[in-house]
Structures are given as C-alpha cells and as structure tokens.
C-alpha cells in the first residue's frame, strides 16, 4: 500500500516540471523559484527519510508529523500537538491512518510517546548516532512526501526560550503589518536547535512535528514548535536519543514550572555601577507578593525595592535578561543564595526560597521590554 | 509488510539513480546541489570571522528615581579595529540613552554615538575603550568586517544576516540566517519619517532585534545593515553599505545626516499664481505665471528691477509653472544668479537676480545638533 514502489519517479517527475518554466525564468535572469529547487536538490534527503515519518491525526484532524523511532510502531510528536483524552492516530505514506495511544510524555521537551499498530512497518529514524548540529548549516524538514517540508538554515543552537516568550512585532522599522501575524506564546525550552525556513508563515507551519536532517542526511532534532515568520525550535537529536529510554518505558516526566522570585527589576547603568562599586547588577523595583499577598520568594528573604541584585546561586546578574535565565533554571521550592547591595551600600547575602510563577501572572513579558517580573 | 532488507535496497537504488541522472535536469539540479554545498561550506567558514565582529547593541534610558527606563536593543557590526561599530539609527536613537555594546567573547563596553543618519536609519558608533563594563573586559584590536561593495551584488546572490532576534543567545553567540538577494535600489517608506532609497531586498529572516545587524556576502564582506522587514512576506531590507561607506567620513566627524539642504530665496518676493483672464490678457501658456504682489523696499528683488504687477513666466528660460516659483528658486540654491523672464506691461523682458539662503525654519523634530542652517 506505500507509495514508495519507485522512488525514482519523483526525482523524475520533478525534473519534468522543471522543463517549462526554466528557460524563460534564466532569459530574464529573474532569481528561480529557490524553495522549487532547495527542495528537489534535497530531495534525496527525504528520500532516504519519508519512511519513518507518520502524520499525526487528532480528533480527525491532521495537526503534524511525528517521527518513527521503532519497529514496533513507537511515534514520537510534539506532545502540545495531542491534548489529554484526545483521539489520536497516524498515517505514513498511505492513505490509511491507525488508532494510536499515548505511551508517555516528556513535557519539558515538548514530546509525547505514541504506538500504534500499523498493518506494515518501514525502517525507523534512528537517533542513536545524532550529530552536534552547526550554526549557518542546512536544515531540512522531512515529512512524508519526497521532498522536504522545509529547508532553512540551523541558526542557533542551545538555545534557552522562557515560558510564554512572545514573537514581539519588530520594532518601528517595520511597516507592513499582516493581518495573519500571530504572536504565539509558547512553552519553556532550556535547550533547542533554531532553524529558519524560507518557505514562509503558512508552509513553515508544515514542518510541525517533523524530523530534521542536514544535508547528508543525519538527523539533527524533532521540530516541536513554529513561530511566526518560519521560526522552528527543535528538541537536538542528542536530547530525543537521552529522553527515549524513559519514554519507551512508560515514564512520564511532568512539565517544570517556571521559578519565580517575586521581583521587578531595572537595568542598572554604568554610573550607578561604578557608584555602588560594582561591575554590574539589577535594581529591583518592586517586590511582588504571592497568593493572599503573602510574602514570597524575594520579599520573604527580605530583598526591598532599591536592592541591587549582583548574583544569585554565584552567577553575575549582569542585566534583567541574564537574571530571567537564572531564575527560570530554578525550580519551586530551590533555596539559592543571593547577593545584593542595599541602597545604603552595604553589602549582603539571603537565601531566596524560589516560588513558583503565579498563573493569574501570564507569560512573562519579554526581557527587552522595560518592566519585567520574575 | 516489506521486509527492512527490501526497503533499504529500494533507497539505494533511489541514490544511484540520483547519482547517476538521466537527464540534462537531472544533471543541472545536481550542479545546483553542489553549488549549494559550496556555499554551506563557505557560510560556515565566513561565520568565524564575522560572529566575534558582531555586538548586541542595548540603548538603555535612565528612568527617574524608582520608575523603569526604557531600552532599544538590536545588533551591530564592527567595522574597524579601533571599534567602529555601524548599526541602525533607529536602535540607538533614544534621548539621553546609554549604549552598551556586547560581544559574544563576553566583553561589554559602553559605546559612544559618533553621527547618524536617522531618515536612512544607519548610525556609527565607537567603543570606549574606557568605558569597560565589568571587570575583564579590555579593549585591544577588536575583530571586525571589511566593507564591501553593495554595487556588486546581483540578485540571486547568496548573502548571510547576523544579529539577535528577539533576545541574545545566553552565550551571546549571533544567530546565523542565510538568504538570497531578490532585488536591489528598491525604494521603501517605514513607518514614521524613515526612508530607504535603494534598499537590498533579500530573503534572509529576520526579526526583532536583527535591526543593525551586518548582512555579509559569501567573502564575509560586510555589503548591509539590516533595518526592516515586512510582514506580508519573507522579506528583509537592509541598507546597501556603498551609501554608508560615502558619508562615513561625515559620520565620524560626528555629524547628523542629512544636514538641513541649503534652500535660495529671492529675499522680499510676494507672488500669486496668475489667473486665466492673466493669461489670456498677456496670451501666456496654459498653467503658467506668477503675479508679483509686493516687493518689498530695499530688498534683492527691488534691486533685481522687479515691481508690483510684473508677471514672471519663466526662470533661466524655462517656462514657469504657476506656483512653481518658490521651489524653483529653492532648488537654485542660494547664491545662484537666475535670469527670470517677466512680462511688464505687456512687453517680455529678462532681468536677473541673486539668491540669497532662505532662513531655516525652526525644527519640529526633537533631535537637535544640526539646528543652524549653516
């Protein structure tokens, strides 16, 4: 029932519909259609990978791919992609989709575990050889067709993401506004691969899901999230290859939440800096109180507004941005020690009990908005 | 169910024939996946010397006591040892701002705008090598990218953004977007009074926070400052360096582009268009003619001969449009002599006037520093 009796008629077939357009699009010297000819000259990319890849169907929608990783019928997809008690089910190449059922999740990666039964099984994407992903490479998003979804360009890597960071609109250089842009909050990532599409908002969208290979082929990661303008984070393929034993286990690991201390901060200039006779630190603003505006986090450690923080856990708080990071490292119910200069000048040391991020609180806003809470 | 041995046998049949085309397109996509591993490879080496040149650029805003400030942060290129920096006017251009500038070894300075171009929106900056922010942070010959030329572009070009979309990496490494040049000279109205004349349109994504930014050609030579997207599509735009490198001189001796254009006056002038029953009187062409309504005692345009009732029809033996002749006169430039033709009772005659500098009128934008018309 697959459809990849022949797989040498797409490449075919793609070089047959190149024939018209070619030749006048090179008399004019306009630039060729690049995501046309990206696709076909990664083809054999998707080629090799079309196999282990699954549509995944919930509630008989098809909301993204998912990645094949046994024999057994094991796929691995997005796990925002399938809600609690949702239906769910997989297609491969064919036409027919299989009931499926959630094995377990790993929420801090954004994967869950499907297994379904379908009647055959191709070869899988192995993940035990994964490859340390390069800034500026290709990336090319491989789902069930045989040519990629997407080919963009690994952008950054490691790459830490705070809950709820919004995709802000660009600053006031921008002039078109789209009707169609979205600004997703979306999940807390310590650690992802970004990639950039060419293929634009409503295509990017396809690589949902999907797995990810550089040129030669080897896997890079699992797409687990799309932005707007064809932004992808993906799980690195190392951290799938450490996730999955548990997974295959059964073993759910549960969604982290946020630490939170409970405070609003400034940047500190240079001149209060040198004032203070500190290299650099973050001014806190206010201190925020939990639920039933009892004291928490900072406020119960005694940190007022007008501290200056300099480090927590022996990490420099250099600017808001680098503070947000450490704190959300934290989780609820951590003690780590911080360093302050009071207003006075004096210097000194509590021990902040990391809270957790009130819900009523939202996202958090982004760090290079003025005011932040965190 | 197809065996694994059958299946993978079917792939390596799909990778000879790959290896192997049939046809001349076949042959012609293979020379286009060549050519594209050619330019990963060069991407990825141009990288190490254009990333440790890049800079997270942070304006920061003091706020009064106990209330937040404001920041702009973009990014930034360094264009000399000395630690030139260029980056988008529109990212620094905050009144009383502090601009620190970060590299990705770590090191953050505070840097000091140098001049700028806000409708064109590029900007120079210098490190102060003294202003060191945090301990260990030295100055010595900083890394930078050689200007190239913009001119040489074509579209269809590779070409690689560099900057901080959205929020630095945590190791402060640049993100890395390749794209293509689609179009060059193209012409672009930003929102407020921004302008880009001759904008490189190209396809490398950007976001956020990419503003000021170097785009590089496959040499690693700097060839744009990325200034604006727009939503609609994937576009980016980035101001062509050639226009930067020709007002470089100016903006290192701290000037603020464009310096207010010298406009010529004829001092004591009051003109009215002329009406059709002028027209018709004086048999004048259509849409043409100013009458003189008042020239005032003492003035150039006494001295020049000119009187109430005189009709002016042309200027250096162009046809006058009627209320065309302030602008025209503006576009001489002071100083200028012009020859006006006027018709005085009926009769055709040329005299001829200097221009003197219009006074300047007073600014309505904020920004100051080039207040004088001089």
């Not at chain 1, 379908?118 to 994964?130: A, D, G, K, M, Y």
Request: aromatic residues 4%; glycine residues 12%.
């Amino acid at each position: 029932m697959r459809r990849r009796g022949l797989p040498v008629l797409p490449i075919l077939l793609g070089g047959a519909l190149a024939a018209a357009p070619a030749p006048p699009a090179r008399a004019q010297e306009r630039v060729p259609n690049r995501t046309q000819l990206l696709r076909r000259a990664f083809g054999d990319v998707a080629e090799r990978h079309a196999d282990g890849v699954a549509r995944v169907v919930v509630s008989g929608d098809e909301k993204g791919f998912g990645v094949l990783v046994t024999g057994e019928g094991h796929v691995l997809a997005p796990s925002a992609l399938v809600p609690a008690g949702a239906r769910v089910a997989v297609a491969f190449g064919g036409a027919d989709s299989y009931p499926a059922e959630v094995v377990a999740r790993n929420e801090p990666l954004n994967l869950v575990l499907l297994l379904a039964e379908p009647e055959e099984l191709v070869t899988p994407i192995s993940f035990r050889n994964p490859v340390d992903p390069e800034v500026g490479r290709f990336a090319i998003s491989v789902g069930t067709g045989p040519s990629p979804v997407a080919v963009g360009a690994v952008s950054a890597v490691n790459r830490a993401v705070p809950e709820g960071d919004k995709q802000e609109l660009p600053p006031e250089a921008m002039f078109v506004p789209h009707p169609a842009q979205t600004i997703r909050a979306g999940r807390r990532y310590d650690n992802v691969l970004q990639h950039d599409s060419w293929l634009g908002n409503t295509l990017a969208d396809r690589s949902l899901g999907a797995p990810l290979f550089d040129v030669r082929g080897r896997i890079l990661g699992i797409t687990v999230e799309v932005r707007s303008r064809g932004t992808c984070y993906a799980i690195p393929a190392k951290l799938v290859r450490d996730a999955l034993p548990a997974l295959l286990a059964g073993k759910t690991t549960p969604a982290v939440r946020p630490g939170f201390f409970g405070v609003q901060t400034d940047e500190l200039l240079p001149e209060e800096a040198k004032r203070l006779r500190i290299p650099a630190g973050v001014r806190v603003s206010a201190v925020v109180p939990g639920p039933g505006e009892q004291p928490i986090g900072a406020a119960k450690a005694g940190i007022r507004p007008g501290d200056v923080i300099l480090a927590v856990n022996g990490v420099a708080a250099s600017d808001t941005g680098t503070l947000q990071e450490i704190v959300q490292s934290f989780r609820p119910g951590d003690r780590v020690p911080v360093e302050l200069v009071r207003e006075g000048g004096e210097r000194a040391r509590v021990e902040v009990e990391v809270a957790e991020r009130p819900l009523e609180f939202g996202p958090p806003s982004p760090p290079d908005s003025p005011r932040r809470r965190r | 169910m197809l065996p694994r041995c059958v299946r993978t046998g079917i792939v390596a049949l799909g990778l000879a024939a790959f290896a192997a085309p049939p046809a001349a397109l076949a042959q012609e996509e293979e020379a286009y996946r060549k050519a594209l591993l050619d330019v990963e490879e060069r991407i990825v080496a141009l990288k190490q010397k254009v990333a440790p040149a890049t800079v997270l650029v942070r304006a920061l805003v003091p706020g009064a006591a106990g209330t937040p400030g404001g920041q702009g942060m973009g990014t930034g290129v360094i264009v000399s040892g000395d630690g030139e920096i260029l980056t988008c006017s529109h990212v620094v251009d905050l009144p009383d701002a502090v601009i620190k500038v970060r590299l990705s070894d770590g090191r953050e300075f505070r840097a000091k705008l140098l001049g700028q171009h806000r409708p064109h929106d590029y900007a120079l900056l210098k490190i102060e090598p003294a202003g060191a922010v945090g301990s260990g942070a030295r100055a010595g010959a900083f890394p930078s990218v050689p200007l190239g030329r913009s001119a040489d572009l074509k579209p269809g070009d590779w070409v690689v953004a560099f900057g901080h979309p959205l929020r630095p990496n945590r190791d402060f490494l640049p993100g890395v977007t390749p794209g293509v040049v689609k179009a060059l000279g193209q012409t672009l109205e930003a929102q407020g009074m921004r302008r880009y004349p001759d904008a490189i349109m190209h396809d490398a994504p950007l976001f956020s926070g990419n503003s000021g930014g170097p785009l590089v050609d496959l040499s690693g030579r700097l060839v744009g400052i990325n200034a604006a997207i727009t939503l609609q599509n994937e576009n980016g735009f980035s101001v062509p360096v050639d226009r930067i490198r020709a007002n470089l001189a100016d903006l290192r001796a701290g000037k603020s582009l464009p310096e207010k254009p010298k406009v010529g006056v004829l001092e004591g002038l009051t003109t009215s268009e002329a009406d059709e029953q002028i027209r018709l009187i004086l048999k004048l062409r259509p849409d043409t003619g100013e009458i003189v309504l008042e020239v005032a005692p003492g003035s150039a345009a006494e001295r020049a001969g000119l009187s109430r009732g005189d009709v002016v029809v042309a200027v250096d033996g162009r046809p006058l449009r009627s209320g065309a002749l302030r602008r025209t006169l503006a576009a001489k430039g002071p100083g200028a002599e012009v020859r006006l033709g006027i018709v005085r009772e009926f009769e055709g005659r040329e005299i001829r006037a200097r221009l003197a500098e219009e006074e300047p009128e007073p600014r309505e934008d904020e920004g100051g520093g080039e207040g004088g018309g001089r």
